[in-house]
């Protein structure tokens, strides 16, 4: 062999040897491990403290220690307000937030509590950048799409190891945990991923690095059993936590819904998940915007908006009489318009007046709807039929303003927001048609094991439901006594 055919044949080993390493290399970039990059600075670690009072002497000042709790929160906004589960800051004195930028370079920060759901065991909480740079914020995918198998990722502060990555895949879907005597979730997620304490209000993220559970339980004593808050579920309440008329004090009266575009959701391409204009409350902002039932809004000044957190997010901390851009689609035609927020006196709710109005004109309307049915309604306005959907056979309804816990409408499955649009045969468009129903079908007491029912037909979202209110008491008329 000539010196020059030995150093061909070097090179080509060496060449074939650089390209074996680099395809190895390149093997090793899964989409995991893109995804984890892509999530990674978007997650908050939490550390908490409280004190505690120790010693039971009364002859003696007693000593206090503290207490350490731990967590993980998510960033849904670039200011730094962030979302976690409620238990993991209840009751406590601080709130410490780490969080590593795309560099690995570790910040602390201190946190501050701004709305809590006690409910969905929930909470925003908001930390500040000394230099006032955006924070990251975690991708967003959806939840309505997921699949038996699906391969999951949760990122978290599990036993204080921050950080923390474990993979694994979906397990089942719609699960009702009872967490004790107390608490109690709905709809969740099951995964093997391991879920460990201090994973509580992290990221359960897709294989495209996007939040689609929030982590919120384990099964004690179990085996790869742990649960995460559907995020679609999740950004409903957290859209309610930002709200501007509870943050700010202002408003904008726009009513919308979020909505994932079912044509989207297959296995060739993402679901489309966005934002529809169902209608607006009179005399507000949003009623002088020239926004329809059944527009899309897409943006709102600089943030690209897909569904009512983005909405409110958006608008947070804007000062009223100021007038934001907000780009919509209206039948696949892009267009924009100006909304003006308003101050609305004492940060009410904009449905509070007309609550009042109701009360005022019909207290004894409304005792009866609240005593008897669990309800408190308004007539659905004119201007805000829309939400009947674009083919609705009804004409009007009775929104729904609150629901009596474990009242007979709730355990019905009535829920604020919904519009009654039916009660037993007969259309419900006005306090005058319920009294009227009410008084019409009340019939003698009930013997105890056979309850009243009636039926009732709901608007939800644009689609009709139906099902039974359980009634123990109905009001009584001087005419039907007799």
Not at 356 to 363: E, F, I, K, T
């Amino acid at each position: 062999m000539t010196q020059r055919q030995f150093a061909c044949q070097l090179w080509s080993a060496v060449i074939l040897l650089v390209g074996a390493t680099a395809v190895a290399a390149n093997e090793r970039i899964t989409p995991e491990v893109i995804a984890v990059r892509r999530a990674r600075s978007s997650v908050g670690m939490i550390n908490t403290e409280k004190a505690a009072a120790t010693g039971q002497s009364v002859f003696n000042a007693e000593k206090s220690k503290k207490i350490n709790g731990m967590g993980t929160g998510i960033i849904i906004d670039e200011r730094g307000y962030m979302v976690t589960n409620y238990h993991v800051i209840a009751d406590v004195d601080t709130i410490y937030v780490d969080i590593e930028d795309e560099s690995r370079i570790k910040a602390r920060y201190v946190a501050k509590r701004i709305r809590v759901d006690k409910e969905h065991d929930l909470a925003i909480i908001k930390i500040d950048a000394p230099n006032g740079k955006p924070f990251k914020v975690m991708p967003c995918g959806t939840s309505s799409d997921l699949m038996l198998s699906e391969k999951v990722i949760a990122i978290g502060n599990a036993y204080g190891y921050d950080y923390t990555v474990t993979t694994g895949i979906i397990s089942a879907l719609g699960r009702d945990v009872e967490a004790n005597d107390t608490v109690s979730y709905k709809r969740l997620i099951q995964t093997d991923a391991a879920i460990n304490p201090g994973n509580s209000g992290g990221p359960l993220i897709n294989v495209h690095g996007e939040v689609i559970g929030i982590n919120v339980a384990i099964r004690a004593n179990a085996t790869k059993i742990g649960f995460a808050i559907p995020i679609d579920d999740a950004r409903k309440i957290i859209a309610k936590m930002m709200n501007i008329e509870s943050i700010d004090g202002n408003f904008h009266g726009l009513i919308t819904r979020d909505v994932v575009d079912a044509k989207e959701m297959d296995l060739k391409s993402l679901p489309v998940r966005m934002l529809v204009v169902d209608g607006y409350h009179p005399d507000s902002p949003a009623a002088t915007a020239g926004l329809r039932a059944g527009d899309v809004i897409t943006k709102v000044g600089t943030v690209d908006v897909f569904d009512s957190a983005d909405f409110e997010r958006a608008l947070l901390h804007r000062r009223a009489n100021d007038g934001v851009e907000v780009a919509f689609k209206r039948s696949d035609r892009l267009d924009r318009t100006t909304l003006t927020l308003a101050k609305f006196p004492g940060g009410r709710s904009t449905l509070e007046p007309e609550v009042q109005v109701l009360a005022r004109a019909n207290n004894d309307d409304a005792d009866k709807f609240w005593t008897s049915l669990g309800l408190k309604m308004i007539p659905l306005p004119k201007s805000e039929r829309g939400v009947l959907g674009k083919n609705s056979r009804y004409s009007g309804g009775m929104r729904v303003l609150d629901v009596q816990s474990n009242g007979p409408a709730w355990n019905g499955g009535i829920r604020k927001g919904d519009i009654l649009v039916g009660l037993h045969r007969w259309e419900t468009q006005s306090v005058a048609n319920i009294d009227w129903i009410l008084d019409k079908v009340a019939p003698q007491p009930a013997a105890a094991n056979q309850p009243n029912q009636l039926r009732f037909i709901i608007i939800r979202a644009q689609e009709e439901r139906d099902g039974f209110v359980q009634v123990t008491q109905f009001p009584r008329t001087a005419a039907l006594e007799k």
